[in-house]
């Protein structure tokens, strides 16, 4: 099963720009890559404890969904990293839609399959699909904690855009360390697209402004912002994002078309309860799951959206350039529970 459909009939308006040059191919071919859903699967069976595999043991041969059994299917959903609030909305669901068999045994099939509807419906989000300018540049800044991906995951994003022939410039808006933008720069180098960066310590605010009027000279498709990810105070971290923002909404009316946030799967609700800060600092469009293949857990993608009301976007499989997909919920759910 395929997990990432490219969209091919679907160029980026961008790329007819005439004053744009084509953008430099990758130099390297990457190799042939794993599909996420086979990835994923790896990492579930090596733990035995998929939620597929837990709860069908719960269910086996049909049993009475009553206060005991739910608490029990709870426990497991808590042990996959699916956080209180949205467990507890799965449980009762279920409940719900076993109120016709009574006080019947419930198949185990019928169990199951509901479960899995009901994951999946929390999973989807109507506007889970990456967002595109009508006028280019398309500007996405990106925010999350130290370490969480972030810059990994702006190169791996950028050489999916490169690939699909649009120009990209990357601001490295997280000055607080020279390395960061050091390592930027190797991103930028592996995705083969620009970087504009500035001095260690120098104002985030006016890196991106000089950057944005890099992007114009360049014209570029594409820029996607590295931001800093200190959580020194929640008052500091607004200032700060809100100055970059007031910076990117003069540049370009209705920009940031994008504010992703990035989230590393493997801290499970610790990190959500991080990432929120953030969604509470700045307005952000969507979600990029990182370290997917670090966790043999994984629940905490199906808690996101009623957690931070936002849809996952992207997911990040891996720290190659390469392992970044699109997010697919009918494969993740299928992936999850170790299921066709
Ligand atoms: N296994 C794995 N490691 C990742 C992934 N994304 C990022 N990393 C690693 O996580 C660490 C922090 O990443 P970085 O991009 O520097 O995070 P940032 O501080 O948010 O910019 C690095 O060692 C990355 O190689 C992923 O999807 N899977
Ligand atoms: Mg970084």
């Not at 370290?291 to 992207?314: C, S, Y």
Request: glycine share 8%; charged share 25%; net charge negative.
């Amino acid at each position: 099963m395929l997990f990432w459909k490219k969209k091919k009939d679907d160029e980026p308006e961008a790329a007819s720009q005439p004053e744009v040059e084509a953008a430099r191919p990758l130099e390297e071919p990457a190799p042939p890559r794993k599909g996420l859903l086979a990835k994923l699967r790896e990492r579930l069976a090596q733990t035995h404890a998929s939620l597929w595999d837990r709860a069908a043991a719960l269910f086996r041969g049909g049993l009475k969904l009553d206060d005991e059994s739910l608490e029990q299917l709870e426990e497991i959903l808590l042990a996959a990293d699916v956080g209180m609030m949205t467990t507890q909305h799965l449980v009762a669901g279920l409940r719900e839609r076993a109120r016709r068999f009574r006080d019947k045994d419930v198949p185990a099939d019928w169990a199951m399959n509901t479960l899995k509807e009901l994951i999946l419906d929390e999973l989807q989000h109507e506007t889970s699909a990456p967002a595109l300018a009508e006028n280019p540049p398309t500007i996405v800044l990106v925010v999350g904690v130290n370490g969480v991906g972030k810059t990994t995951a702006i190169g791996k994003l950028a050489a999916r855009y490169v690939r699909e022939g649009m120009t990209v410039l990357l601001i490295a808006g997280d000055t607080f360390r020279a390395a960061a933008a050091e390592q930027l720069a190797i991103w930028a180098e592996r995705a083969g697209c620009e970087i504009h960066s500035a001095q260690e310590g120098a104002d985030p605010a006016s890196v991106v402004y000089d950057g944005l009027a890099h992007a114009r000279r360049l014209g570029a498709h594409m820029v996607i912002i590295d931001t800093a990810g200190r959580l020194h105070t929640k008052t500091h971290l607004m200032a700060e994002l809100s100055k970059i923002r007031r910076v990117i909404e003069r540049d370009s009316p209705g920009a940031p078309h994008e504010t992703l946030l990035v989230q590393d799967a493997s801290t499970g609700q610790t990190g959500l309860v991080q990432a929120r800060v953030f969604t509470e600092a700045t307005q952000v469009t969507g979600v990029v799951l990182t370290k997917l293949d670090g966790t043999a857990k994984g629940g905490v993608t199906i808690a996101i959206r009623r957690e931070l009301g936002l849809p996952v976007k992207w997911m990040g499989v891996g720290e190659k350039l390469d392992d970044l997909e699109l997010f697919d919920p009918e494969a993740f759910a299928a992936a999850i529970f170790n299921s066709p």
